[in-house]
């Protein structure tokens, strides 16, 4: 058979000819034969692997559903990613059979074709439901020859903005719904009979065929190419194209991206290897072992990941484990994975050396159009399971399959009784539910089948529905409340049995109730909502509470006006009204602020609402001279001052008071004083903030915020006081700042005085915040261009200078030119000959060495840890680079290195803001909503850009990485660096395992002053007051290891050394957490403040929440020069712990 | 069928009392229809243009459909990234690539279901899509929404208070046309009519709301009839055979219609957007030269249609 196979393929590309032909001149384009690939790849143990299918019958297998007969149909694209002028889409859906059940598909028969990139198919009836670009298809085939004779338009208007995002993954779910995805960049408009439903960016959409009802269910996600549900109707998705493992996801979850969205959830592994498709295993063909675990698709890494999921409060945790299916073969490619009628589990294989959409040419030869496997997967010696004969079955029989141990049938099952109707299957269905024993095994899970049978037949009954409701199992509760929550308008009980399980003993069930009152829609219901709050809320159930209180504002606010107490006790008040997010929560905020039964935690909330949304007179409450004096309070209350005057220009009556608390002992309520002063425009302010700006022992933060200040008031004291500090001597940091705060008010003389401060020579972070401050005045990169004219800087100024022109989105190109002329240096020229790249790329693949390469990705000059992270470990501001190597091709990287704009990431775009005062900010979008814009900026740090003062935005196709970091490597170094960079993600030592190994450090920063420090407490105050140490992060190798030569050694007592390192572990429920030490000698352990025994591998008892764990290693005495720590849970105990990556 | 046709032809009648005829189409001229999933739908289709086509033997014209789902007076549809202006402004763009002789326009579906308080942001937003279409040709025929088919549709009720909103709408529009001395077709009508009749023995819609090939094939009588200003009623006409079966080379017409109508749709609303003429065409802008390699094969199309007209209408 498989030679065949290969004789076939072989033709074949003698026949196609250029695409093939192309291929061969290029590097690193494996033998397309399916029995090479097969030799390379490699399963866990006690599994086998087998060719199912291959090219020519399926070319690019994209997505796969198996029928109710037992067949895998296939949708496959040669047109991807871009149709041909000229070119016919012929796209096709394929339809696999394994007629004799010896694991091979021996029948293949082409359903449809002239088909446009279809990106999904789900059989369906006499047919099937097709994703076809633009429009969701129902195919029939009304003559029973299964070839597609009749096209049915069901939906229409999804966005094509992008070809690997467009509309994919249909899924069928519990209760008779269809699912399916879109990814960031698309845009859809859709008319329904129900009235147009839209979404822009990603998400999962929900689908009634008979009802044509749909819904935006969850919303987010790069691209998220899985969606599966459990046994008991969880959801849960994979992305493509962000790390954060398996995603739990319910009905108004928003995740990374999400358009609009104020807050977001997160994946359960963060730092993981993206995925796409999913697939829960089941059935009694597998190792019990793999019951029940997931896997998913590692595709830049060429295998197939397992993980264990666990239940933990409303949601889960995640742990991987070994792998199912990895191999060096480059152009393995797992897109999509489930489970057969058989039992085995079944890979497609997309087949491609290239996998990347955007960063590659579409007419790139090396995209292969041709081919596509399906792999089969089987436990070794263990009995197949027999495949079921469902399509000529009875209701009885197939009632009775639904209590298989196999989802695969009772999926199947499921489906075909939705088909056959009422009339056929509700007595069926009603007899089987009278013969359930409650005492039997699977009773909850049987019980819940018939309900959910029911509920595919528009047929719930409601003595059922109770039943299920009132269930002793949890899940079997939430799986009830959902369908109640899907037929709200069904069932005048609906109401109450909701607020009845918003009070539920366990969260989970908690969580489905809060989703499901959101449906209804009223004040009532968001109250009843509210008495969730009865029960700590872990994070999914204070989103999903908070999302029903803001979606609801306009209910139960006016209720809320006329009745205080409408919402119950004033914790729940605070909560809606911190949720609203609205001006109109003004009025409730400041009643509440006025009563006496208000915690501390309470007013804070309150306070930073008021600053938020409230008017003068409102404002004006926080600056009263009790709030401000009260220690607790203050800080709090002039943050919320600042925000209102910040952002809304907010002025109090009673603005004045602030002066007085101008020397608060804390810094930061001095720091947010002294600019409001200067906002405020305070009567004998600026003398005031010039002397705090000119004092000796201010502390840098204070001093900051007072020449801020100072630029605020703007007015012709404040602009001579700027002049004055602009040229103070011996204070290099303070002109800095005096000269970027005067360019906001006084560009021209602001920009002499620049010109000259850098021929000064700062120090390079004072060059950066000089020229960013120039940068993002409006004409001020042009004026202080002009202002350099004929001056000469140091060459590190002119270079740092650069550096900081060019990693803005903001276009300076004249500002860029001055610094070369003003430093002396030639024009960087970063473009290279095809020729000269493909020397290179020669050059890589043959001596690069990429454990050089690693070192040299960690040195602090190139910056690259600064901004990238991998395992989850290091800067956000960039990608994650777990996999580059395994989506990226050699001359790519080249290219982004020495071109960091010419290829950007999904997510990874500038955007620019200019304001109504002309400034400009820049960097990624992380969310924008009616309240503001926000940016985080190429230091990592966040940005917020009140909405109302947004002039412009725009979408800049330029990156955040500064264009030559490569120019201090040598040829030898950038090749050892590409070495490094390809490798990533590929099976061997630079791929992330699976442990949970600690990736980001803190480690201390020795000093003569920490010496003394520790003399006088010891090194336990290290670990109890690690705020009075200096500290800074570090990451982990790839392989895990912290290198010891990296952490500072410090003298604590007479020429005995220490090295102090740090780590965190967020726990969401206390319990035992194993921790793996390389060695026990010459190290100190301690847990927050307390001292632990070290062990090789030592067991913590750990409290709900983030854990912070400190080590001091004695130099000398400690035997090992890196140090690699592993967590995992400790036998017995129900913890679950997550390595924290920012602490 | 037939029957519909004639009810049509009875109510325009009435109706031209009231507002000014569509211009009538000449040789030569590109036809542009801008409007939603109705507009966007007739691409698979083909009738309209079709009955249009055939209404007009000696006539070569050129259709370009622009439709788009869910579509409203503003480019709600078309604004990718940016905010609804920037869809209007797309959907101006998108005309200009046609450069339309002639403009037939057609919404309110989804402005429908805003209900009553929806109603003036709709006609000022028609007003101001008029307003540019205007400094495009003077030709332009406003099309009224079909109704939504109550007992048809999964929601019945959403369909009953959508209705109200389109009848509204069919007087409204008859009103902004007859301002602005255009063209106007009311569609809604007739099918409201039709829809009220209980024994109509085949379905106009797909689910209540979106037309099916004979929904198409009667609307298609409408415009046809109104566009040449036949209301003479002969079963004879060439429009009126467009609602019995299709003669061979009839067909043949319809399917070059449907592939040039397919060709046009990669010309104007090519896939990947985003990377050959958006924010990302740095990567990828050097491929929407392919965008612009469209034209010269849908032309290829207006060619092969202009010949199998012939053959379609020769006695």
């Known amino acids: 058979m498989i030679n065949i196979r290969c004789a076939v393929t072989i033709l074949l590309v003698a026949l196609i000819g250029s695409p093939v032909s192309a291929q061969r001149n290029l590097t690193d384009i494996p033998d397309p034969d399916p029995q090479k690939e097969l030799e390379r790849l490699r399963v866990a143990d006690g599994f086998e692997i087998n060719l199912f299918a291959s090219d020519p019958v399926i070319a690019k297998p994209i997505q796969s559903n198996w029928d109710a007969r037992g067949r895998l149909w296939v949708a496959t694209s040669s047109v991807y990613p871009q149709l041909e002028p000229g070119e016919v889409a012929n796209d096709k859906i394929v339809i696999l059979e394994d007629t004799d059940g010896d694991g091979k598909a021996d029948k293949n028969i082409v359903f449809a074709e002239g088909l446009l990139i279809p990106t999904g198919v789900l059989p369906a009836g006499n047919g099937a439901y097709v994703a076809n670009s633009t429009e969701l298809l129902f195919m029939e085939d009304t003559d029973s020859d299964d070839k597609a004779d009749k096209t049915h338009v069901i939906l229409s208007g999804f966005g094509t903005e992008d070809t690997h995002h467009i509309l994919h993954t249909l899924r069928r779910g519990p209760g008779g719904f269809i699912y399916f995805n879109q990814s960031i960049y698309i845009h859809s408009n859709i008319e329904t009979p129900w009235g147009p439903k839209r979404l822009d960016g990603g998400g999962i959409w929900k689908f009634r065929p008979e009802s044509l009802e749909l819904d935006v269910w969850v919303r987010g996600f790069v691209n998220p190419w899985g969606h599966q549900f459990d046994d008991w109707g969880q959801q849960f998705a994979t992305d493509g194209a962000f790390g954060e493992g398996v995603n739990f996801v319910f009905p108004g979850s928003a995740f990374v991206t999400a358009v609009g969205a104020d807050r977001i959830l997160q994946g359960l592994s963060p730092g993981q290897p993206k995925h796409a498709s999913l697939a829960i295993l089941s059935g009694e063909h597998l190792p019990e072992d793999y019951r029940g675990t997931f896997i998913a698709n590692d595709f830049r890494g060429n295998r197939v990941n397992r993980f264990e999921i666990e239940e933990s409060q409303s949601g889960y945790v995640a742990r991987q484990v070994n792998d199912l299916v990895w191999t060096d073969h480059v152009a393995f490619r797992p897109v999509d994975v489930s489970m057969g009628p058989d039992g085995a589990i079944y890979v497609s294989d997309w087949y491609n050396p290239i996998i990347q959409h955007g960063e590659v040419d579409f007419r790139d030869p090396r995209r292969d159009r041709i081919h596509g496997r399906i792999w089969r997967v089987t436990a070794k010696d263990r009995p197949l399971v027999k495949r079921p004969e469902l399509t000529d079955a009875t209701p009885q029989e197939l009632v009775q399959a639904l209590t298989s141990p196999q989802r695969w049938t009772r999926d199947a099952a499921r489906q075909l009784i939705a088909e056959r109707g009422r009339d056929e299957m509700i007595p069926a269905l009603t007899q089987f539910l009278n013969s359930l024993s ?207 005057a910040k952002n809304r220009k907010v002025v109090p009556k009673n603005a004045a008071n602030v002066l007085r608390f101008i020397d608060s002992d804390s810094d930061e309520a001095a720091a947010i004083a002294a600019e409001l002063t200067g906002l405020y425009r305070i009567e004998g302010g600026v003398a005031q903030l010039t002397e705090i700006a000119t004092g000796e022992g201010t502390p840098k933060g204070v001093r900051a915020a007072a020449i801020s200040g100072l630029a605020a008031d703007g007015g012709p004291e404040a602009k001579a006081a700027l002049a004055k500090l602009a040229s103070l001597p011996n204070s290099p940091a303070t002109r800095v700042d005096a000269v970027s705060a005067w360019s906001r008010v006084d560009l021209q003389a602001a920009a002499s005085a620049a010109g000259e401060l850098l021929q000064d020579s700062p120090t390079e972070a004072e060059t950066a915040a000089l020229i960013t401050a120039f940068l993002t005045a409006q004409d001020g990169a042009k004026t202080l261009a002009l202002s350099l004219k004929g001056k000469k800087v140091t060459e590190p100024v002119a270079s740092a200078a650069l550096r900081a022109v060019s990693t803005s989105a903001i276009k300076a190109e004249p500002l860029a030119e001055a610094l070369r002329v003003a430093g002396g240096l030639a024009e960087l020229n970063e473009e290279m000959t095809p020729q000269q790249i493909a020397s290179l790329v020669e050059q890589v693949q043959a001596s690069g060495d990429p454990q050089r390469g690693e070192l040299l990705y960690r040195r602090d000059d190139l910056q690259c840890l600064k901004c990238h992270a991998i395992g989850g470990a290091g800067g956000i501001v960039g990608p994650d680079l777990t996999s580059i190597g395994g989506s990226a091709q050699i001359d790519y990287l080249i290219e982004s290195l020495l071109q960091p704009s010419s290829k950007i990431k999904e997510g990874y775009h500038t955007t620019t803001v200019v304001r109504d005062d002309g400034t400009i900010s820049s960097g990624v979008l992380v969310r924008k909503t009616g309240e503001a814009i926000v940016l985080r900026d190429n230091n990592g740090q966040e940005v917020s850009i009140p909405s109302d003062d947004v002039v412009e935005e725009v979408i800049s196709p330029v990156s955040l990485m500064p264009t030559g970091l490569t120019q201090k490597l040598r040829r030898d170094e950038l090749v050892d660096l590409v070495a490094f960079l390809s490798r990533l993600g590929k099976p061997g030592d630079y791929q992330v395992k699976p442990g949970r190994f600690v990736r980001s450090w803190r480690v201390l920063d020795a000093s003569p002053q920490v010496g003394a420090l520790v003399r006088a407490n010891g090194t336990g105050a290290l670990a109890r007051a690690p705020q009075n140490f200096p500290w800074r992060s570090v990451v982990a190798t790839v392989s895990g290891s912290l290198l010891l030569s990296e952490v500072p050694a410090a003298d604590f007592f007479n020429g005995q050394k220490f090295r102090v390192v740090q780590f965190a572990v967020a726990t969401p429920e206390a319990g035992r957490i194993s921790m793996k030490l390389p060695s026990a000698t010459g190290i100190a352990a301690y847990l927050a403040g307390s001292p632990l025994e070290v062990v090789e591998e030592t067991t913590l008892d750990l409290p709900a929440g983030q854990s912070v764990i400190t080590l001091v290693l004695e130099v000398g005495k400690f035997p090992k020069e890196s140090l690699e720590i592993e967590i995992s849970e400790a036998e017995g105990s129900s913890a679950r712990a997550q390595l924290v990556n920012q602490f | 069928m037939l029957r519909i046709v004639l009810a049509a032809t009875v109510f325009l009648g009435t109706s031209r009392l009231e507002a000014a005829d569509p211009f009538p189409l000449e040789n030569g001229d590109t036809v542009a229809f801008v409007g939603n999933t109705f507009v966007e739908r007739e691409q698979r289709e083909g009738y309209i243009e079709l009955a249009l086509t055939l209404a007009l033997p000696e006539a070569d014209l050129k259709f370009r459909n622009l439709g788009w789902s869910g579509d409203t007076v503003s480019g709600r549809s078309r604004r990718f990234f940016g905010a609804t202006e920037e869809g209007f402004q797309h959907l101006l763009q998108h005309l200009d690539i046609v450069k339309p002789s002639v403009i037939f326009v057609s919404y309110g579906t989804n402005e429908a279901f805003d209900g009553e308080r929806g109603r003036q942001s709709f006609i000022e937003g028609y007003s101001r899509l008029l307003d540019e279409l205007q400094k495009r040709t003077e030709r332009i025929t406003l099309i009224t929404s079909p109704p939504l088919d109550a007992s048809r549709s999964p929601a019945p009720q959403v369909a009953i208070e959508a209705n109200k909103e389109l009848e509204w709408q069919s007087i409204a529009v008859r009103d902004l046309a007859a301002e602005r001395g255009f063209g106007f077709i009311d569609i809604y009508s007739p099918l409201a009519k039709a829809f009220s009749e209980t024994t109509l023995p085949i379905s106009y819609t797909e689910n209540g709301m979106h037309l099916t090939p004979d929904g198409y094939k009667a609307v298609a009588g409408v415009i046809a009839m109104a566009a040449v200003r036949d209301d003479s009623g002969r079963n004879d006409s060439p429009i009126v055979a467009i609602g019995r079966s299709l003669t061979t080379p009839q067909e043949q017409l319809r399917q070059a219609i449907v592939e040039k109508n397919e060709l046009f749709f990669h010309r104007h609303r090519p896939q990947n957007e985003t990377y050959l003429r958006g924010f990302r065409k740095h990567e990828q802008g050097n491929n929407a030269a392919e965008i612009i390699a469209f034209e010269p094969l849908v032309a290829e199309k207006d060619q092969q249609i202009f010949s199998l007209r012939k053959k379609a209408t020769r006695p």
């Open chain 1, 438 to 644: 409650k005492d039997a095994p699977e009773f909850e899970r049987n019980r819940l089948e018939v309900l959910w049978a029911q509920q595919s037949l528009g047929a719930v009954d409601l003595e059922l529905l109770k039943a299920v409701l009132h269930s002793s199992e949890h899940r079997a509760r939430a799986a009830a409340v959902r369908v109640l929550s899907d037929e709200v308008a069904k069932f005048s009980e609906a109401r109450v049995w909701l607020a009845a399980a918003a009070t539920d003993a366990h969260p989970q069930v908690r969580l489905e109730a809060v989703n499901g009152l959101r449906q209804l829609g009223d004040a009532e219901a968001a109250k009843q909502a509210l008495a969730a709050l009865e029960a700590p809320l872990d994070k999914n159930l204070d989103y999903a509470l908070w999302l029903t209180a803001r979606e609801l504002q306009e209910r139960w606010l006016p209720k809320v006006s006329n009745d205080p107490n409408f919402l119950g006790p004033v914790s729940r008040l605070v909560f809606a009204l911190n949720a609203a997010a609205t001006a109109e929560a003004v009025t409730p905020a400041v009643k509440l602020w006025d009563e006496d039964d208000v915690s501390k935690e309470e007013r804070s909330e309150l306070a930073a609402l008021i600053g938020r949304f409230g008017g003068p007179r409102e404002v004006a409450r926080l600056a009263e001279i009790d709030i401000l004096a009260d220690g607790d309070l203050r800080t709090v209350a002039l943050s919320a001052l600042l925000v209102a």
